[in-house]
């Protein structure tokens, strides 16, 4: 049963430029939600999709902006990227209502 | 807004010892959930235990317990027999009891580092 993946692993990105970010949430579920964490502190939530719709959005500009597609899984877009967008993106889902979120291992962005 | 303080940056213990995490928070909600997440150099995010607030007994996982206390919104975890495989950075977070609410949020972190 394979868990949340995320690709791609890495990724170096210049200033301005645009990237997409996937994810496929773990089997059985249908809500994937997305976190920034960047170099030595703790993820920040950016947002949550269910039912292919943006249902939750932290402190993050319209510059970050998602999609979920029938399937359940994910993309996360960040356009006119900025050096402080340099982090790993973690991607998490999730089943029922209080069962806990699995994550995948990251995108690590790097932006120059 | 919810937020979580994790005021110890690193902690270093040595194998087969014990280690405490501290952890606080606050929220004006009555029903959430606190979680301690795992992450080690590979990057994922591994649930630790997870303790429900209503639930006034402590969580416990094997050689992971914690320390609930709702009214002081205290959750250390305590790892016992520290291996040398528990070094990882160890997150608290806290999450809404609301079939509509995902958000988890996350404490700066602890470095636990186990000594051979």
């Known amino acids: 049963d394979a868990g949340v993946t995320q690709s791609p692993t890495h990724l170096i990105k210049t200033r301005g430029q645009q990237v997409t970010l996937r994810c496929s949430p773990k089997s059985g579920h249908d809500t994937v939600s997305w976190y920034q964490q960047a170099l030595g502190q703790g993820p920040q939530f950016i947002f949550q999709?269910?039912?292919?719709?943006?249902?939750q959005r932290g402190n993050f500009p319209d510059r970050f902006s998602g999609h979920q597609f029938p399937n359940y899984s994910s993309e996360l877009n960040v356009n006119a990227l900025l050096l402080g967008d340099s982090a790993l993106y973690l991607c998490?889902?999730?089943?029922?209502?209080?069962?806990?979120?699995?994550f995948g291992n990251g995108t690590r962005l790097t932006v120059t | 807004a919810q937020t979580v303080t994790q005021s110890q940056p690193e902690m270093s213990v040595q194998e087969a010892e014990t280690v405490t995490l501290s952890c606080t928070y606050d929220t004006s909600e009555n029903n959430y959930y606190l979680f301690w997440y795992k992450q080690p150099p590979s990057r994922q995010m591994i649930l630790v235990i997870r303790q429900e607030a209503y639930k006034q007994q402590n969580a416990t996982e094997n050689r992971f317990s914690v320390n609930f206390q709702k009214a002081a919104k205290s959750f250390s975890l305590k790892i016992s027999d520290s291996q040398l495989g528990d070094t990882a950075m160890y997150f608290c977070a806290f999450m809404k009891h609301a079939s509509n609410d995902y958000k988890l949020s996350f404490g700066a972190g602890t470095t636990v580092t186990v000594r051979a």
């Open positions: 999709y269910y039912e292919e719709e943006e249902r």
């Open positions: 998490a889902s999730r089943g029922q209502p209080g069962s806990p979120l699995h």
